[in-house]
């Protein structure tokens, strides 16, 4: 039986069959499938997602992605609104704050836990019969409270405030439980000019005292600055509970 | 050996270039991939069974790869084209398998 060349013996003798241009066209096929299957390797590698996806799938994707970034941006937009609504109320909270923190300062004053000071008068009583009582200074302290002062001391002792008492005592007046001797010094945070008027007219705090059976002797002094130094503990009402609004 | 340089070299040039796919192409390139890999597969068997002509070899190549992208690309125009790539990849596949196992016949003897 004749020997037929086996395929391997072929393939063998063409690694060492000198060069031919038949073999050059084999080789640069051979490249061109070489090089395009790299391509589409690495292309199918680099989106392998919707490469093989038809056009009614693709328009579908397109159309449900419209949908998500429709839904993102009405997300985005309600975010906002919650944003901007928040800084809203973070203002407001501000102001709100701003506001209380204010109304503590006038209230602090008027319960006199703080020392103020302000323009005012300063009013010194001279009392040398010892005629001078509750009477006239209560009329005096609710003249000055009447024309707007803020804040009321007398003789560097006595802060006068809401829960304040007075009373007679022995030589002078007990103002809360401190006895006080004539001199008075009543010192006012107010408006100077309004202050005084209010203590200077027919039968008012003035006249009264320095008219007999009293006999004293009032001065009164228009100050820039009235300096009003003792303070007093706030006090927690035991039995009055604020009316809860709404 | 010219032919294994080749193939070589087309795979070296690709991963060296990173060649992006054209778009225009994007569809037909599997296709005409796996239309050449049966040319291929099927010269391989030709020169063991000591039939091949290389111009045989190159008109089969060509014309398998113009086919298979002809048919993908009437397969798109008709609205089946996910289908006839499908049909065309089968096709190609029990070809390639086919023409290996005559190969294999060849150098195995098995």
Redesign the interface.
């Known amino acids: 039986m004749p020997e037929e060349p086996s395929g391997r013996d072929r393939l063998l003798a063409s690694l060492k069959k000198p060069l031919s241009r038949g073999q050059f066209t084999v080789a640069a096929l051979l490249a061109v499938v070489g090089f395009a299957s790299v391509a589409q390797v690495q292309a199918t590698d680099r989106d392998d997602d919707y490469a093989g996806t038809r056009q009614e799938d693709l328009i579908q994707l397109l159309d449900s992605l419209a949908a998500a970034s429709e839904r993102a941006e009405l997300e985005i937009a309600r975010l906002e609104q919650t944003r901007s609504s928040l800084l809203n109320d973070t203002s407001s909270n501000n102001a709100a704050l701003e506001q209380a923190r204010e109304q503590a300062n006038v209230l602090s004053i008027l319960a006199g836990t703080v020392p103020t000071v302000g323009p005012g008068v300063v009013i010194t009583v001279q009392d040398p019969t010892g005629a001078v009582g509750i009477d006239q200074l209560l009329n005096g302290l609710e003249e000055l409270r009447d024309a707007g002062a803020e804040a009321i001391e007398i003789n560097n002792l006595v802060r006068v405030v809401a829960r304040t008492s007075l009373r007679d005592g022995e030589g002078g007046v007990i103002i809360d439980d401190q006895q006080l001797a004539p001199p008075y010094l009543i010192e006012a945070i107010g408006e100077p000019h309004t202050l005084e008027q209010a203590l200077d007219f027919r039968g008012g705090f003035i006249e009264e005292i320095e008219q007999r059976p009293v006999s004293g002797e009032v001065s009164v002094q228009q100050v820039d600055t009235v300096e009003i130094a003792t303070v007093r503990e706030p006090t927690e009402a035991e039995y009055a509970v604020p009316v809860e609004e709404e | ?11 070296i ?3 060296l270039l ?4 054209p778009l225009w192409l ?1 569809p037909y ?2 296709i ?2 796996v239309a ?2 049966d040319a ?1 597969f099927g ?1 391989l068997r030709a ?4 039939i091949f002509d ?2 045989v ?2 008109v089969s ?1 060509l014309s398998n790869v113009l086919i298979a992208a002809l048919i993908v690309y009437v397969g798109d125009k008709l609205g089946v ?2 289908q006839l ?1 499908t049909g065309v990849i089968v096709v190609l596949g029990i070809r390639i398998f086919a023409n290996v196992a005559a ?1 294999r016949r ?2 195995l003897h098995a």
């Open positions: 050996m010219i032919a294994g340089l080749g193939l070589l070299v087309g795979i040039l690709g991963l990173q060649p992006d796919v994007e390139l599997p005409a991939v050449a890999l291929v010269a020169f063991l069974d000591g290389d111009r070899f190159v190549f084209g996910g790539s190969i060849h150098l």
